[in-house]
């Protein structure tokens, strides 16, 4: 089995910064992309930011220059940072993981943007 657990999310004022961090564990052989959603009230999941095992990644048009998405392969975990936060980023962040060429999904974890 494989568990994939979220953290870092919280309540931050405009222009502040948070970073989370997702955490894939259980029987891993391998990890391909690692992902990054949000799902903001009322709105559909979208991607944020995705990378590659090799580090390669893709963002969001609206958070080019302010996120940056990286990786750890030795500890099975990816990370998000978020600077000069907006209330437009305000959703649920959820964590997708591709373990075993299936992928798996975090339970999420709040970020609440305030003005």
């Known amino acids: 089995q494989v568990q994939v657990v979220e953290s870092g999310g919280g309540l931050v004022q405009a222009g502040g910064s948070l970073r989370l961090s997702c955490a894939a564990s259980g029987s891993i052989f391998s990890i391909s992309t690692m992902g990054w959603y949000r799902q903001a009230p009322g709105e559909q999941r979208e991607l944020v930011a995705g990378i590659a095992r090799s580090g390669r990644n893709v963002y969001v048009d609206d958070v080019k220059g302010r996120f940056t998405v990286s990786r750890d392969n030795a500890k099975n975990t990816v990370y998000l940072q978020m600077n000069s936060l907006k209330p437009a980023d305000t959703g649920v962040y959820y964590c997708?993981?591709?373990?075993?060429?299936?992928?798996?999904w975090g339970q999420g974890t709040q970020v609440t943007v305030s003005s």
């Open positions: 997708n993981v591709d373990v075993n060429d299936r992928g798996y």
